[in-house]
């Protein structure tokens, strides 16, 4: 984020657009760690050690709390490094030498009514080490500059988490060290050593910083939780989106989970007073999604299975909603279904074709509310929003027309051209009753040619 700010100088107005905070150091060359380090592999902190030449302010200990408001936006700040100190009597100000290059870049004659003038402006020595940059500036100089460096990293309790690229694993003790120094509380670095191919969706880890420890606390949106992270899936990253889906339910609304995971749209729909129905196929997921649950104190709110996805959907669903559908006024809450398993969601729409046979529905009352379903898949190729609405259509057998569609919403940018997104739409009762099959055998008959229509009985 940036301002302008007016800084006065004798006989010119000059505007310098600046960071709202500080300055950037990585943009002042004699603030950059040595060039020596670039391409390091093995992490050497002392050879980090650099002296620099930094403008100061002395000024009378009197007169500190008068100056400091002058010239508090140019104060030079670097981890471990006080920027304002005391000095024999006096207090020692170091300032930025982005703006700050002679005296009359400073608010002189502010100064000078506080009795501060040129002979209380110096450049002198600063000595700067591995300690006083952050684990960015420290990679930033560290990785080769020609390639793409380490863009981001999860952090889940005293986890960091990385997704490496190839050209940076030669790099990659020396990264975690660097981010186990660094990060506040940080005692496990991991990487991510292969994609989630596996029924459980956990992912493959390899350790390469600090203690072979995966129980982590953390916390989403305010709701504690804990977990295995070697055994479950958990991506922070997903924090808004959970969020956003929590913030549609109101005390009393209904959510189906259909892959619960340890509980991240769960556990605070039932703390918000909904009646949840979450469930999850990974049975060390189950045990973290019933911890979670007992530790949020709103197990009266949740029912829990440890159940694939389909049968899930075909038992639990299936009696859970004929039930309310039948007994209750739906209108006055909402009904949501979350399926958040991106890579393989989609191909579970198909069990709410045909859910029920036409006559278990026909007696409901005419003002009914459907259930809203939220499904989650990737995308990849270039027009990925319109690829995932396909996906969704084909595996729901229907068109996600006006009436039927509530939105597609982009989740995050998960590779090159690989996007992630929210698909959300209301059930209604001519899918709930009418079987996928049946659908696409009366599309194949209105498809074939007049001649060899009239030989097909459709149904």
């Known amino acids: 984020?940036?301002?302008v700010t007016n800084l006065k100088v004798p006989g010119l107005a000059l505007s310098v657009t600046r960071?709202?905070?500080y300055f950037r150091n990585m943009d002042a060359k004699e603030l950059q760690p040595p060039a020596a380090v670039r391409g390091m592999q093995e992490l050497r902190r002392d050879e980090f050690r650099k002296s620099v030449q930094v403008p100061r302010l002395r000024v009378p200990e009197a007169q500190v709390q008068r100056v400091m408001p002058l010239v508090k936006r140019f104060l030079l700040k670097m981890e471990h490094l006080h920027p304002v100190r005391a000095v024999d009597q006096s207090r020692e100000i170091l300032l930025h030498p982005t703006p700050i290059k002679d005296w009359e870049c400073l608010p002189t004659e502010d100064l000078q009514e506080q009795q501060v003038t040129a002979e209380n402006f110096s450049f002198s020595e600063l000595e700067l080490g591995y300690e006083n940059w952050s684990a960015n500036e420290i990679l930033k100089s560290v990785l080769p500059a020609e390639e793409e460096g380490l863009t981001s990293y999860s952090r889940i309790g005293h986890i960091a988490h990385l997704n490496l690229r190839e050209h940076l694993l030669p790099y990659k003790q020396l990264i975690g060290q660097v981010l186990r120094d660094k990060l506040p509380n940080c005692r496990t670095v991991v990487n991510k050593a292969a994609s989630i191919d596996n029924t459980y969706r956990n992912f493959q880890l390899e350790l390469i910083c600090g203690d072979a420890d995966y129980q982590v606390e953390t916390k989403e949106n305010g709701v504690p939780f804990e977990f295995d992270f070697s055994k479950v899936y958990w991506n922070p990253r997903l924090s808004t989106e959970h969020e956003r889906i929590v913030k549609m339910l109101r005390s009393g609304d209904v959510?189906?989970?259909?892959?619960?995971?340890?509980?991240?749209?769960s556990v605070p729909a039932a703390k918000k007073r909904?009646?949840?129905l979450a469930n999850d196929l990974n049975p060390v997921s189950f045990h973290w999604l019933q911890h979670n649950a007992k530790r949020n104190k709103c197990l009266s709110q949740i029912k829990m299975f440890n159940q694939d996805g389909r049968q899930f959907i075909v038992d639990e669903v299936r009696e859970d909603l004929l039930k309310r559908l039948l007994t209750t006024d739906t209108t006055s809450y909402a009904i949501h279904i979350t399926m958040n398993l991106p890579a393989m969601a989609v191909e579970f729409l198909d069990a709410f074709r045909g859910l029920y046979k036409p006559e278990e529905l026909a007696e409901l009352p005419q003002r009914v509310s459907y259930p809203i379903v939220h499904v989650y898949s990737f995308a990849k190729?270039?027009?990925t929003k319109e690829l995932v609405r396909q996906l969704v259509e084909s595996n729901l057998g229907a068109s996600l027309d006006e009436d039927l569609l509530e939105g597609i919403s982009f989740v995050r940018n998960v590779a090159?051209?690989?996007d992630m997104y929210r698909v959300s739409f209301r059930l209604t009762q001519h899918l709930l009753t009418t079987p996928k099959e049946i659908e696409g055998s009366r599309k194949r008959c209105a498809s074939e040619e007049p001649?060899?229509?009239?030989?097909?009985k459709c149904v």
């Open 1 to 3: 984020m940036f301002m």
């Open 451 to 456: 001649l060899a229509a009239s030989k097909v």
């Open 274 to 276: 909904c009646h949840v």
């Open 416 to 418: 090159p051209n690989k």
């Open 381 to 383: 190729g270039d027009n």
């Open 255 to 265: 959510l189906y989970d259909v892959f619960a995971g340890v509980g991240p749209f």
């Open 19 to 21: 960071l709202r905070h």
